[in-house]
Structures are given as structure tokens and as C-alpha cells.
């Protein structure tokens, strides 16, 4: 019980930090703080999207298709608000985009839940690959290669001095909510199933549970949250076009999870802290940044398989044979 109030205090500091952060950068470092919160827009947003893949994966689900229902929500949002003006709320346009891309996440899954492994993890690349002809070739409604420009922000940011500090906290809220629904799923006893499941599927099916009424579960739950996060992107980028949601955001999702850690909540999270800043400073050497970026995740994979959250673990177990 102790244990849990000392992580629980931990967290608890760690979002008043947060939520103070602007306010002592504004008034300590001014001409920073707009740097500073663009990274840390990218590592809520980030953070949340390795959360919605996390419990894909404790289900032992891998999807490579991570980046198409971020790109559902993303033009969900930019046809419901800039292309043809029908919903004036923007926060309906991120609801109706993840709707929408949890409807598509239940279609795909109904006929892919079944495969395991490497085939499901096809199959999601393959309906991510599919979609981005679709944004390409279409102009009515996805605005073709150009895509869809002038998304409106959220109107509470007015409250805001500027929109890097309302998207901040706009992100932050996000990363939070997604992270406090994964915490308590994860503690329960769907959760726990989930887990079972991840482990091993067939032994869980024989235990009487319906595996693939759970992964399916899993899926839409974790496209659900995407797409609604989709929706804050393309708000706060106040424009979506095909060359956004590539095959290779759907592959950072991925990495951010191996490079984190995969068996506690916490992996995704430093993932996502790690990977973004490492990408954001190597951002100046322009193409040699994939070079050295691609190294780092192929050293922390084969240094530490069980990603960066194992380390502590392993270095006192070296301090302890010397």
C-alpha cells in the first residue's frame, strides 16, 4: 500500500511540474517557449498514441496501421469543420472522427481479429497502405494531394495567450485521459484477460473466454482514442494532406513501444519521451537524422530487450556483481 501511495505521489508531482511548466518558461525563458511547447504537444500526442497500442499489444495484437485511423480522425475533423463548414463544435468533429474510426477499426477487425502475429500485423499495413491512395486520388472531400487546409482551432484557446500554450494543455489533457482509461483497464479484470490473452491465446480460449470478442475489444478501444487524437492533430497542424500519415508514422508507434518497453504501462510513455526529443535535436542534420535515429532504437533493442523502462533493473544487478 505504501508502494502505491510513493507512485502515486510521484505522479501527482509530476503533473503539477506539467501543468506549472508554461507559466515558469514564459516567465524565466520567453523566447523559448515556443519551442519547448511544440516538443511537448509532440510528446502528449506521442504518448498517447503508444498508450492505444500498448493494450493492442497486451492483447498480442501489432498493428502497422496505427497512422491510418490517426488519419481518419485528422480528415474527419477537417471535412466536418474547414471543408464544408457542417459542425461549428470542434470538440463533435474529434468525437465523430473517432467514432468513425472506430467503426472502421470493428469492420477490419470483424474479418482480421482471427489472424495472429505477423498476419494481423499485414493486414494493418495493408489498410494503411490502402487509404493513402484514397486521400491521394480523391479531391471531393479529402482535398486530394493538397488535402484539407484552415482547421479551426479549439475556442477555448482564446483563453490563451497564444495557441502553442492552449495546444499544450489541450495535449496534455488528452495524453492524461487516455493514460488514466489504459491505467484502470489495465488494473481490471479485462485487463487481466488481455494480459492472459497477449501470453498465450489459445490456453485463455480453453480457460472458456471468447479470445476474439476481447482482441476485437481491444482494437476498437485503441483505434477509438487514436482517431480522437487524430482530431487534436490536424486542429493543432491547422492542416492534414496525405504526406502527413505515412507508413512510417504507424512504424514510430511501434518503436516508441520496443524502445520503451513493452510489459509496463510506463514503456510507451519514456518511449515516447526519449524517441521525440532524440528526434527533435537530431532535426538539423536533415537525412542523416533517419541514420542516426534508426542506430539509437537498434542499440536500445539489442542492449535492452526489455526496453528502456528495464534499464534501473539491470544496472543494479551489474553494481551487485562487482
Given at each position: 500500500m505504501s508502494d502505491q501511495k510513493f507512485k502515486m505521489g510521484i505522479f501527482l508531482v509530476m503533473g503539477i511540474l506539467l501543468v506549472v511548466l508554461p507559466f515558469?518558461?514564459?516567465?524565466?525563458?520567453?523566447?523559448?517557449?515556443?519551442?519547448?511547447?511544440?516538443?511537448?504537444?509532440?510528446?502528449?500526442?506521442?504518448?498517447?498514441?503508444?498508450?492505444?497500442?500498448?493494450?493492442?499489444?497486451?492483447?498480442?495484437?501489432?498493428?502497422?496501421?496505427?497512422?491510418?485511423?490517426?488519419?481518419?480522425?485528422?480528415?474527419?475533423?477537417?471535412?466536418?469543420?474547414?471543408?464544408?463548414?457542417?459542425?461549428?463544435?470542434?470538440?463533435?468533429?474529434?468525437?465523430?472522427?473517432?467514432?468513425?474510426?472506430?467503426?472502421?477499426a470493428f469492420l477490419l477487425g470483424l474479418i482480421t481479429i482471427h489472424l495472429r502475429r505477423i498476419f494481423f500485423l499485414l493486414v494493418t499495413w495493408a489498410f494503411g497502405e490502402m487509404l493513402h491512395p484514397v486521400f491521394t486520388s480523391f479531391q471531393i472531400p479529402f482535398?486530394?494531394?493538397?488535402?484539407?487546409?484552415?482547421?479551426?482551432?479549439?475556442?477555448?484557446?482564446?483563453?490563451?495567450?497564444?495557441?502553442?500554450?492552449?495546444?499544450?494543455?489541450?495535449?496534455?489533457?488528452?495524453?492524461?485521459?487516455?493514460?488514466?482509461?489504459?491505467?484502470?483497464?489495465?488494473?481490471?479484470?479485462?485487463?487481466?484477460?488481455?494480459?492472459?490473452?497477449?501470453?498465450?491465446?489459445?490456453?485463455?480460449?480453453?480457460?472458456?473466454?471468447?479470445?476474439r470478442r476481447y482482441k476485437l475489444q481491444a482494437f476498437v478501444l485503441g483505434c477509438f482514442l487514436t482517431g480522437f487524437g487524430g482530431g487534436i492533430m490536424a486542429s493543432y497542424l491547422t492542416a492534414v494532406s496525405p504526406e502527413t500519415f505515412t507508413f512510417f508514422m504507424s512504424l514510430d508507434i511501434i518503436m516508441l513501444n520496443l524502445t520503451g518497453g513493452v510489459g509496463i504501462l510506463l514503456g510507451p510513455i519514456i518511449g515516447a519521451i526519449v524517441l521525440t526529443g532524440i528526434n527533435e535535436f537530431l532535426f538539423a542534420i536533415g537525412y542523416y537524422k533517419m541514420i542516426v535515429y534508426g542506430l539509437i532504437i537498434v542499440l536500445v533493442i539489442r542492449l535492452l530487450p526489455g526496453g528502456l523502462v528495464s534499464m534501473p533493473h539491470l544496472l543494479v544487478k551489474a553494481l551487485r556483481r562487482i
Open positions: 515558469a518558461a514564459k516567465a524565466l525563458i520567453p523566447a523559448k517557449w515556443e519551442l519547448i511547447a511544440h516538443i511537448f504537444i509532440k510528446i502528449f500526442l506521442n504518448m498517447a498514441f503508444g498508450l492505444c497500442l500498448w493494450i493492442m499489444l497486451q492483447a498480442g495484437m501489432l498493428s502497422l496501421g496505427q497512422g491510418a485511423f490517426i488519419a481518419i480522425g485528422a480528415y474527419c475533423t477537417g471535412i466536418f469543420t474547414a471543408t464544408y463548414q457542417l459542425i461549428s463544435n470542434i470538440w463533435l468533429a474529434y468525437f465523430i472522427g473517432a467514432l468513425l474510426s472506430a467503426l472502421l482535398g486530394g494531394a493538397a488535402g484539407i487546409t484552415n482547421i479551426a482551432a479549439p475556442r477555448e484557446l482564446a483563453f490563451f495567450p497564444n495557441p502553442w500554450t492552449g495546444y499544450y494543455f489541450v495535449t496534455l489533457a488528452y495524453a492524461f485521459v487516455v493514460f488514466l482509461m489504459i491505467f484502470r483497464l489495465s488494473r481490471s479484470k479485462i485487463g487481466l484477460i488481455y494480459k492472459s490473452i497477449g501470453q498465450n491465446d489459445v490456453l485463455t480460449n480453453f480457460c472458456g473466454l471468447y479470445v
